[in-house]
């Protein structure tokens, strides 16, 4: 993906501009996470099975992954805008209609779809953010949009799912409300997110080059970070998916003090993907990235073994939170572009 710089720049303009697309990846994340806390809810009124549960959080992040492999490209083709807007616009639309399903194939359906749309949003909002900001400041900017997704999906997400259910008549309103924000950050991104000058379309680090899938695949690092990002992914999407019927129908913990302990995951990664990888600068990434998955291990262990105890289960998901999102930080960001530059020389 080419990295430009966008014509009359300004710092005004920089904070505006990643501060909408930050939020626009945070509302990613809640759209694609509210689902989860009210998870007991949709299982009693459609019927559902835990191996349905499963697949609905699943295809989800399959859509995202081919869309975001592919989109990249485009987004250089056709323009950023092109892509940013139709996919805020869509995901936001399929988050509403989440609310309206009847069947377990429908709701399937939906988040397939809705997976796609939110993995275009992703690489074109990224590329957007380095084209908004001052160079000496874009991995902060993008630091800062990438946590925006623990915070807003994993974080206040259940928080927002589960005291909207004290208030309105079933789940399916909750859907409906929160795909109102998704509409309105489209028309500010619209008004205020410019497109690089074609004339100055500028590296990031280092020349362009085009590397070949089978070139990046021979890197040991991006393979190592793949493994590491199915991993500890592993322990999230478990998490995200099951926790919510776990606290309520094993532990027997009520709906809004489930909602506050499955938020520790979010806030736990939000400080841990700016954290992993910036203790990685200051003694090694291998020795950062063993130790986040050793102390990973016993936390959960921990998680498993304790009863209905909100404080203690809080701290402990916060714990797994910080260090399973902040190797999502860790193998994504540094690993990951340290391994394709290595590969590409």
């Not at 995901?91 to 989440?98: E, M, V």
């Not at 990002?229 to 913990?253: D, Q, R, T």
């Not at 262990?301 to 260090?323: D, E, S």
Request: aromatic share 12%; charged share 10%; net charge positive.
């Amino acid at each position: 993906m080419k990295i430009g710089q966008v014509e009359n720049w300004s710092v005004s303009y920089e904070w505006k501009a990643v501060l909408l697309l930050s939020l626009g990846f945070g509302l990613v994340g809640i759209d694609r996470w509210i689902i989860t806390p009210l998870f007991p809810f949709i299982m009693k009124d459609l019927g559902l099975n835990f191996s349905q549960l499963g697949a609905l959080a699943g295809i989800l992040g399959i859509g995202w992954g081919v869309a975001a492999m592919c989109v990249g490209t485009i987004s250089d083709k056709v323009g950023r805008r092109r892509v940013l807007i139709p996919a805020i616009l869509l995901f936001s639309l399929l988050a509403g209609l989440t609310g309206t399903a009847a069947s377990f194939g429908m709701l399937l359906t939906i988040r397939l779809v809705m997976g796609v749309t939110e993995g275009a949003f992703l690489p074109a909002s990224v590329a957007s953010t380095a084209e908004a900001s001052k160079p000496s400041r874009r991995g902060l900017n993008q630091g800062f949009q990438l946590s925006l997704f623990a915070l807003l999906g994993l974080g206040l997400g259940p928080i927002i799912a589960t005291q909207l259910l004290a208030v309105v008549p079933s789940w399916r309103y909750v859907f409906l409300i929160v795909s109102i924000p998704g509409f309105i950050l489209a028309g500010l991104i619209w008004l205020v997110v410019r497109e690089p000058s074609k004339q100055s379309e500028i590296p990031y680090d280092q020349p362009v080059q085009h590397v070949r899938w089978g070139e990046v695949l021979r890197s040991r690092n991006v393979l190592l970070s793949v493994a590491g990002i199915l991993s500890a992914m592993c322990c999230i999407f478990v998490i995200g998916a099951m926790m919510p019927s776990y606290l309520m129908e094993y532990l027997k913990i009520s709906p809004q003090t489930m909602g506050f302990i499955m938020s520790a995951v979010g806030f736990g990664g939000f400080f841990g993907e700016f954290g992993i990888p910036g203790l990685s600068d200051l003694i090694g990434r291998r020795t950062v990235a063993i130790l986040s998955f050793l102390f990973a291990i016993p936390l959960l262990y921990a998680f498993m073994h304790t009863g209905a105890n909100p404080a203690l289960l809080f701290a402990l998901l916060f714990l797994i939170g910080f260090f399973c999102l902040g190797l999502l930080g860790l193998f994504t960001g540094p690993l990951a572009t340290e391994g394709v530059s290595a590969a590409s020389t």
